[in-house]
């Protein structure tokens, strides 16, 4: 199937699906409200085969180490299927499956399978990267781009994470946790018990943002935007926390948007 732009409806929500501009959701729209920052850089793009940075663009994996572009010198940012166009592989009125094949400058072989379906209160992304080669570490996240304002008060964050990744002056982690601090924030947080975030809009909209996953990102020092990045681990995670793809086991993650209106 091609790569055109997919729209799926529930109820009175609208997301818009981008399989050839990186898999990315580009909109959702709830009873008429955007709820994502519009832009070919924004809405919520999938996070595969690593999230956040990697350390000088560097992994190693065994005896071999293995050097990534460095889009966000000095380091490699956010894996490289946002960049590439993936494919439908089918579609209906409120659910589209999309493939993406790992290609150079990633060195291993393999699939990346993204599923998003829409409720008339939710909508719920799952992924999965395989392989019938070599094993290989990797990640999956997704990095949603929620509008810090709607048109009345600004979101309100609210979230209990159990420790916070203490932040370098590179921002990565040093690996040491920390009691959480107050924002803002371009920081990870541990959640053991599953990711669970909530953004609400005074008098609009509250968004509950879950991930059976332990690790979210968030970063809130735009003007414009708040980002929940739920994901499989923290920021240079290939190095530090690696999980390994093989043919018998591939790498799952999922996470729900939930939203309930004033």
């Not at 600004?154 to 932040?167: N, T």
């Not at 005074?202 to 996953?213: A, D, F, I, M, R």
């Not at 935007?225 to 018998?248: F, I, K, M």
Request: hydrophobic share 35%; charged share 25%.
């Amino acid at each position: 199937m091609s790569d055109e732009d997919i729209t799926l409806t529930a109820g009175d929500a609208e997301a818009t699906v981008r399989p050839g501009h990186g898999g990315r959701i580009g909109g959702l729209r709830v009873g008429g409200l955007e709820l994502l920052r519009q832009g070919d850089r924004f809405g919520c793009f999938p996070m595969v085969p690593w999230c956040g940075r990697i350390r000088e663009g560097r992994f190693r994996d065994g005896a071999t180490v293995h050097q990534m572009p460095l889009n966000s010198p000095p380091h490699a940012i956010h894996g490289t299927a946002r960049d590439g166009a993936w494919r439908t592989a089918r579609a209906s009125a409120d659910e589209a499956v999309l493939t993406y094949d790992l290609v150079d400058p990633w060195p291993y072989p393999g699939r990346v399978t993204q599923v998003v379906a829409l409720t008339e209160d939710a909508l719920t992304l799952s992924m999965s990267v395989e392989t019938y080669d070599s094993s290989f570490p990797a990640q999956i996240g997704w990095h949603p781009w929620f509008r810090r304002n709607l048109g009345g008060q600004d979101a309100r964050l609210a979230f209990e994470p159990a420790w916070q990744e203490e932040r370098g002056e590179d921002h990565l982690p040093t690996g040491h946790r920390i009691d959480p601090r107050p924002g803002p924030w371009d920081d990870c947080f541990g959640m053991p018990g599953g990711v669970d975030v909530t953004l609400t809009w005074p008098g609009q909209l509250e968004l509950k943002v879950t991930s059976p996953e332990e690790w979210v990102v968030v970063y809130d020092e735009q003007e414009a935007a708040v980002c929940v990045e739920p994901q499989t681990g923290p920021p240079d995670g290939l190095n530090t926390h690696p999980r390994q793809v093989t043919p018998l086991e591939p790498l799952e993650a999922t996470t729900t948007w939930a939203w309930r209106r004033a």
